[in-house]
Antibody, heavy 118, light 112 residues
Framework: EVQLVESGGGLVQPGGSLRLSCVVS????????IIWVRQAPGKGLEWVSV???????YYADSVKGRFTFSRDTSKNTLSLQMNSLRGDDTAVYYC????????????WGQGTMVSVSS | QSALTQPASVSGSPGQSITISCTGT?????????VSWYQQHPGKVPKLIIY???NRPSGVSNRFSGSKSGNTASLSISGLQAEDEADYYC????????????FGTGTKVTVL
């Protein structure tokens, strides 16, 4: 079964750090592109970052320089390292698989909640 | 990069047809045929319902259809059903300098 499972969310103080994980099954991260999307409480979807099959990653302006998207192909796992967290980073974070050649996302994880508050 | 513009809400009666617009610019929606649409029920995970402007993934009802004209993409739902009540988001790929995936502001569809 094709599946993505996020973990690592929680409560963190402003300025703190958190590392989210996205464990995939049913496909390999080395052959697919994966994104992180977040959704603040009661708000819409916001693209955060993408990593392509070649390993290059790109970021939304709102997180550039603070977040790092990486992967471990041997463990079929991806990570989102989030530093210098702010209140407006509070959201449910989803990882999702890219549909080959279509720049769309067909399989989503269940999400993990990140709360940034003192 | 600003979010794509969608109407905040659209409503219709069962059996009717509705259309949701998604307006971007010449560097995103207008530049690429990489517009996708997602349906999200309350408390649930987003679901892909349209990709590449007008393609439906396997298993998605043919009551959903997509189109594009210039800088505006549209999602149409025909034969509106109670289960269609949800939030809908468009998304466009762009790469003015680096790749980006811009979401729309979202539209709440209400079945009257």
């Amino acid at each position: 079964e094709v599946q993505l499972v996020e973990s690592g969310g929680g409560l963190v103080q402003p300025g703190g750090s958190l590392r989210l994980s996205c464990v995939v099954s049913g496909f390999t991260v080395s052959s697919n592109y994966i994104i992180w999307v977040r959704q603040a409480p009661g708000k819409g979807l916001e693209w955060v970052s993408v990593i392509y099959s070649g390993g290059n990653s790109y970021y939304a302006d709102s997180v550039k320089g603070r977040f790092t998207f990486s992967r471990d192909t041997s463990k079929n796992t991806l990570s989102l390292q989030m530093n210098s967290l702010r209140g407006d980073d509070t959201a449910v974070y989803y990882c999702a698989r890219g549909l080959y050649g279509a720049y769309a996302f067909d399989i989503w994880g269940q999400g993990t909640m990140v709360s940034v508050s003192s | 990069q600003s979010a794509l513009t969608q109407p905040a809400s659209v409503s219709g009666s069962p059996g009717q047809s509705i259309t949701i617009s998604c307006t971007g610019t010449s560097t995103d929606v207008g530049a690429y045929n990489y517009v996708s649409w997602y349906q999200q029920h309350p408390g649930k995970v987003p679901k892909l319902i349209i990709y590449e402007v007008s393609n439906r993934p396997s298993g998605v009802s043919n009551r959903f259809s997509g189109s594009k004209s210039g800088n505006t993409a549209s999602l149409s739902i025909s034969g509106l059903q109670a289960e269609d009540e949800a939030d809908y988001y468009c998304n466009s790929y762009t790469t003015s300098s680096t790749p980006k995936y811009i979401f729309g502001t979202g539209t709440k569809v209400t079945v009257l």
